[in-house]
T-cell receptor, first 111, second 113 residues
Framework: QQPVQSPQAVILREGEDAVINCSSS?????VHWYRQKHGEAPVFLMI?????EQKGHEKISASFNEKKQQSSLYLTASQLSYSGTYFC????????????FGQGTRLTINP | DGGITQSPKYLFRKEGQNVTLSCEQN?????MYWYRQDPGQGLRLIYY???????QKGDIAEGYSVSREKKESFPLTVTSAQKNPTAFYLC????????????FGDGTRLSIL
């Protein structure tokens, strides 16, 4: 039931782009994205609801393909501050009371 | 500023001992959650609560207990029945349970002496 994130880790140079994927074996109602820096609390980035909506947050955007049961997080022109571990959390129906999180993708941005 | 406060930041447990992790929020959120984080395994749900005096087991509740006597507080007890308690524990809250952003505390790192 846990969604699978890919890649598990990625290393970029500042200014490069990255894509992080979150795939589920079950139909999804929503996908949440969070970023966690080492030793800190995860921080909410965005929610995508069923309907293929794409959202953006500064230079970070995401899409949700409900047919493929997959969401992708796009980081454009990455900055050093984007480093951290990214988690997706999924809910399989509208009234779901909890999220199931993926294992995380560690993103390292080097100067 | 509103937020979630977890204490202590670091905690050590002796074999056979119960320990309690504190989680307090002043966001006026109804729902609260406890997660366990191990390296490379993401966030796994231990318990969650939608309202005061009510809570549900998550995916890995064995060896843990919680209470929700006040809206602001959701303490987690790691009992001696939890054989592998060393982990990073995160508390979170949201306006209501479900498809709402979750706000996380800074976590408690529990280690076994």
């Amino acid at each position: 039931q846990q969604p699978v994130q890919s890649p598990q880790a990625v290393i970029l140079r500042e200014g490069e782009d990255a894509v992080i994927n979150c795939s589920s074996s079950k139909a999804l109602y929503s996908v949440h994205w969070y970023r966690q820096k080492h030793g800190e609390a995860p921080v909410f980035l965005m929610i995508l609801l069923k309907g293929g909506e794409q959202k953006g947050h500064e230079k970070i955007s995401a899409s949700f393909n409900e047919k493929k049961q997959q969401s992708s997080l796009y980081l454009t022109a990455s900055q050093l501050s984007y480093s951290g571990t990214y988690f997706c959390g999924t809910a399989i129906f509208q009234g779901a009371q909890k999220l199931v999180f993926g294992q995380g993708t560690r993103l390292t941005i080097n100067p | 500023d509103g937020g979630i406060t977890q204490s202590p930041k670091y905690l050590f447990r002796k074999e056979g001992q119960n320990v309690t992790l504190s989680c307090e929020q002043n966001l006026n959120h109804d729902a609260m959650y406890w997660y366990r984080q191990d390296p490379g395994q993401g966030l796994r749900l231990i318990y969650y609560s939608q309202i005061v005096n009510d809570f549900q087991k998550g995916d890995i509740a064995e060896g843990y207990s919680v209470s929700r006597e006040k809206k602001e507080s959701f303490p987690l007890t790691v009992t001696s029945a939890q054989k592998n308690p060393t982990a990073f524990y995160l508390c979170a809250s949201s306006i209501v349970a479900g498809n709402q952003p979750q706000h996380f505390g800074d976590g408690t790192r529990l280690s076994i002496l």
